[in-house]
T-cell receptor, first 116, second 117 residues
């Protein structure tokens, strides 16, 4: 079982560069999420998706974009990298329905991004 | 306002001591889910427990136990006879069951637990 797979694991970007963090899950989960983790700050939600073709902003969406063309994939795009985007990024998925069915979120291994 | 508050930023104990990590949450929903995750120094997030709001029974799993009290909006986590391998950051999280925030996970800031030999 692969679960949630994120690539790359590490990346260094120069200010102004762009990149896409890849995330794929093989559990047929409807919900997918992107979080960033800054030291001592817990995890903050960037974007999430409730199903293919539907995405929504979380707490800290500025500077990021997402798409969800398939159930499995949920890439996160950074268009103009800034030092403030230096963080560890986690992708996660869960199976969530209204009223009573809500699994735990399964997390990828994380991507450590440094913007210099 | 924070939906999940973990007031203890860091806790240090000596091996074999018991330790309780506090979690207080805030929600207006009657149906919600609470979670604990462990993040060891290697960085991955490890799921520990999921609890729904209708099940207030305490749970024990080996050295781990959880105390869920709706009256105080708390979901505390106790490690009995702590071990060095328990050293990690522990996160409490809340997920609401309906409305515009359905499925969104709200995390506390985490508690860094250090267990000394």
């Amino acid at each position: 079982n692969a679960g949630v797979t994120q690539t790359p694991k590490f990346r260094i970007l120069k200010i102004g560069q762009s990149m896409t963090l890849q995330c794929t899950q093989d559990m047929n989960h409807n919900y997918m999420y992107w979080y960033r983790q800054d030291p001592g700050m817990g995890l903050k939600l960037i974007y999430y998706s409730v199903g293919a073709g539907i995405t929504d902003k979380g707490e800290v969406p500025n500077g990021y974009n997402v798409s969800r063309s398939t159930t499995e994939d949920f890439p996160l795009r950074l268009e103009l990298a800034a030092p403030s985007q230096t963080s560890v990024y986690f992708c996660a998925s869960s199976y969530t329905k209204d009223r009573g069915v809500n699994t735990e979120a399964f997390f990828g291994q994380g991507t450590r991004l440094t913007v210099v | 306002a924070q939906k999940v508050t973990q007031a203890q930023t860091e806790i240090s104990v000596v091996e074999k001591e018991d330790v309780t990590l506090d979690c207080v949450y805030e929600t207006r929903d009657t149906t919600y889910y609470l979670f604990w995750y462990k993040q060891p120094p290697s960085g991955e997030l490890v799921f520990l427990i999921r609890r729904n709001s209708f099940d207030e029974q305490n749970e024990i799993s080996g050295r781990y136990s959880w105390n869920f009290q709706k009256s105080t909006s708390s979901f505390n986590f106790t490690i009995t006879a702590s071990q060095v391998v328990d050293s990690a950051v522990y996160f409490c999280a809340l997920s609401e069951d309906r409305g515009s925030t359905l499925g969104r996970l709200y995390f506390g800031r985490g508690t860094q637990l250090t267990v000394w030999p």
